[in-house]
């Protein structure tokens, strides 16, 4: 089927009529890569390219790269048909119908710099609303941050407060330890500096 341009012609005008003109110009550049001679199909082709660009021009929320593609097709269509208005065969289409259609794609072009600035202006939009929203999440993203670093030091504050007053009672405490292992050894110094019997005369009493 994708050899048969016939086929191709017929399935591009059943899509034509579904209005699925993006399908139907595919099938229809299929159509022209097997017949590249095929005028009828070339006709075809030029309408729906200029179809097509014109929904994209008068689309208010075309881009300007969707509009800058829609000139450009829309100047191949005038192009194409120019030549058929010329080199046609007029047992196959209007060639007067080529001529018309070629001075409406001249017609529409004319308007393309209002259509391109309007497209233009809106990518700019879009832009500047991009920027600013990815300045925000940065600004956002880095007030986070900073929250995040000064809790965390001031975590690391309360350990470090908490880990003196733990030390600083460790050392009370080995403080209190030695002085009262020093007791016990005081009084069995002074009863060792006492005479024998002097001793055992303390304890007798």
């Known amino acids: ?6 086929c191709l012609t017929y399935l591009a005008r059943a899509l034509f009529k579904c209005g699925n003109l993006i399908e139907c110009k595919q099938c229809l550049i299929k159509a022209r890569h097997v017949a590249p001679s095929d005028t009828v199909v070339l006709y075809n082709l ?9 929904r994209k021009l008068t689309d208010t929320k075309s881009n300007l790269k969707a509009v800058v593609g829609a000139v450009r097709d829309l100047e191949l269509s005038q192009k194409y048909f120019e030549w058929l208005a010329d080199n046609g065969d007029r047992m196959k289409f209007d060639l007067n119908g080529a001529k018309r259609e070629a001075a ?5 072009l004319a308007q393309a710099p209002g259509f391109v600035s309007r497209a233009k202006k809106i990518d700019d939009e879009e832009n500047q609303f991009r920027s600013n929203t ?3 999440m940065t600004s956002f993203q880095q007030k986070r941050k900073q929250r995040e670093e000064a809790a965390q030091r001031e975590l690391d504050e309360q350990q470090r407060v908490l880990e003196e007053k733990r030390n ?6 080995k ?3 030695e002085k009262v292992d020093l007791v016990p050894e005081k009084f069995a110094a002074q009863e060792r500096s006492r005479p024998k019997k002097q001793r055992m005369t303390h304890y007798d009493s």
């Open 46 to 54: 030029a309408l729906v390219m200029q179809q097509l660009a014109e």
């Open 134 to 136: 990815i300045k925000s």
């Open 104 to 108: 409406n794609c001249k017609d529409i």
């Open 168 to 173: 600083e009672y460790r050392s009370r405490t």
């Open 175 to 177: 403080m209190v330890i």
């Open 1 to 6: 089927m994708e050899s048969d341009p016939e």
